[in-house]
């Protein structure tokens, strides 16, 4: 059976585009109302996932009628330097959102590079003051591909409350925001690393399975229960047998599609998604900058100065 026709694929191109064309209409009129929105990505050094999603984001927010620009740095730059631009971004009215793309070089601390973000321009709710948020069970600005990922597993038409969940991987950008959107949908949530004595041992028992290591086939059909929804994040590139550069994920696919009730493919799973999520957070920071805005200068004056 081909991929496009199997139910058990769960697919993320089509909800991605519905996100993508309710960002367009609202890009649309918040530029006629003139706050164009303009999102900047920050890249240190040469990551080949983040090579992927800065490309789609490029093409996305095109589509969607965003800004988009990129700003890359060499691996050598300083924490300082790179702070200082950010601290410029900040400050430039035009600029609606900024992301971070992770990793960064091991020499420069991440988290500060997160807090010199202004929280109003925080499109991945990684500011700590933002990610706090989301234990607070305040959802509308969560990171995007935690956000993606339970997007995906609602696809299924599961019953998140009581849910077994597992996931394997505990990073602050995708396990731990997973763990903290599921627990506030009622899902009982097991996170494993590489710390976990047996992640298999886990990994079977769940309905549900996130994984985001970053570790190609890490997760075979023996470490799935059968009927169960299997969320695959990772995005990794390697060599084909055709000796081509391709992306896979952390999920045996091949063999796990078998055991599983629900699968999400890579390419064409989550990571589509959580491009449209990215934009659609953009939306969410301009309107809170607008509200700033507005509440300041009030909207008349503003009309009125034009
Ligand atoms: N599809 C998408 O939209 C996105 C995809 N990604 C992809 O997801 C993957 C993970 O990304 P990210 O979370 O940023 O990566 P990190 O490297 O920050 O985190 C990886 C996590 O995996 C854990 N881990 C490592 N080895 C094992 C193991 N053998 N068993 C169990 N856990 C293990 C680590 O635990 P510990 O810290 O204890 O070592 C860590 O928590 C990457 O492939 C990345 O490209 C990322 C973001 C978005
Ligand atoms: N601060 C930060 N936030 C992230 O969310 C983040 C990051 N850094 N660093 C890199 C990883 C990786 N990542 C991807 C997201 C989407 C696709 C994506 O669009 N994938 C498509 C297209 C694949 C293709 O074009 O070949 C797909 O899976 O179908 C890929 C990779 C986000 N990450």
């Known amino acids: 059976m081909s ?4 139910s058990r694929y769960l697919k993320g191109g089509p909800v991605a585009q519905r996100i993508i064309a309710a960002v367009r209409e609202d890009a649309a009129i918040a530029k006629a109302e003139g706050f164009p929105p303009k999102l900047i990505s920050i890249t240190v050094g040469d990551t080949a996932a983040v090579e992927v999603y800065v490309r789609n984001q490029r093409a996305k927010a095109q589509l969607a009628g965003i800004d988009f620009e990129e700003r890359r740095f060499p691996a050598t730059i300083t924490s300082g330097e790179l702070e200082a631009a950010i601290h410029g971004l900040n ?7 900024i992301i971070i793309q992770r990793p960064v070089p091991a020499h420069i601390p991440v988290r500060t590079l997160q807090a010199a973000v202004h929280p109003l321009k925080d499109v991945e709710g990684m500011h700590p003051a933002s990610i706090g948020n989301i234990v607070y069970n305040q959802l509308d600005l969560a990171p995007c591909t935690a956000a993606a990922s339970v ?8 019953d998140l409350k009581g849910l077994e969940v597992v996931i394997v991987g ?28 047996s992640v298999a041992a886990h990994a079977r028992r769940a309905d549900a399975l996130f994984v985001a290591v970053g570790k190609p086939r890490l997760i075979k059909a023996d470490m799935v229960k059968p009927g169960a929804a299997v969320i695959d994040i990772g995005i990794n590139s390697e060599i084909g047998p055709d000796g081509a550069s391709r992306i896979v994920g952390d999920v045996d696919t091949e063999s796990v599609k078998d055991v599983a009730s629900w699968i999400t493919p890579v390419p064409g799973g989550v990571g589509p998604i959580t491009v449209a999520i990215l934009l659609r957070n953009t939306m969410v920071a301009l309107s809170r900058q607008r509200a700033l805005y507005e509440a300041t200068y009030g909207t008349a004056d503003r009309l009125a100065a034009e």
Do not use: N, Q, W, Y
């Open 3 to 6: 991929l496009s026709d199997d």
């Open 91 to 97: 400050a430039d009215p035009r600029v609606t959102g």
């Open 151 to 158: 997007e995906l597993l609602r696809e299924t038409g599961l």
């Open 170 to 197: 505990h990073s602050e950008i995708v396990g731990k925001p997973i763990a903290f959107l599921l627990m506030s949908e009622g899902a009982t949530v097991t996170v494993c690393h590489h710390m976990t004595r």
